[in-house]
């Protein structure tokens, strides 16, 4: 079994975070993973985009052609990824950031206003987090009790305080996908 996940948005939208916390989510379960970050030139505000592969059996190349899942945080992230979502699979959408046209009918497409919704929870910087809320369900080999655990380690030895907004932020696009 295996999950192929691509992540992308502009640079500061916690793109690489939000790979590193599902890669230490499959590490604590044990999984053979990959994590492979890539930025554009800018530190802030450029592109920036990884993809995470989960997998219970060797993993043979680090290369995602097609992604069974994606979460996008904005309009030039949508265009440029979209297309390499398999047919069946799910993309994530920053509706607060992204307007869909033409919308592809073979996936599973989860329109989330997550930008709005951090924004409610006081944080804009975790709209991230929020888009992994959502997509958590579809993913067959991380969960949320794994997430939390992969939270705890990466958050609340270094910023503790950021780690009870970072659970929130999840769990409400957990209960998004679920309304």
Known sequence: MMDKVIIAGFGGQGVMF?????????????LELCWIPSYGPEM???TANCSVILSDEEIYSPVIDFADAA??????AYEK????VKPGGVLVVNSSLAQLENPREDI????IPATDMANEIGNTSIANMVCLGALLPHLKL?????????MDELVAKRRPELLDTNLLAINKGIAYKKS
Request: cysteine-free; proline content about 8%.
């Open 44 to 46: 802030r505000g450029g």
């Open 81 to 84: 990824f979209a297309p390499r």
């Open 108 to 111: 599973t497409i989860i329109e």
């Open 71 to 76: 979460i996008v945080l904005n309009k030039p």
């Open 18 to 30: 939000l790979g590193k916390v599902m890669t230490y989510a499959g590490m604590g379960s044990n």
């Open 142 to 150: 991380i969960d949320l009790p794994k997430v939390e655990k992969a």
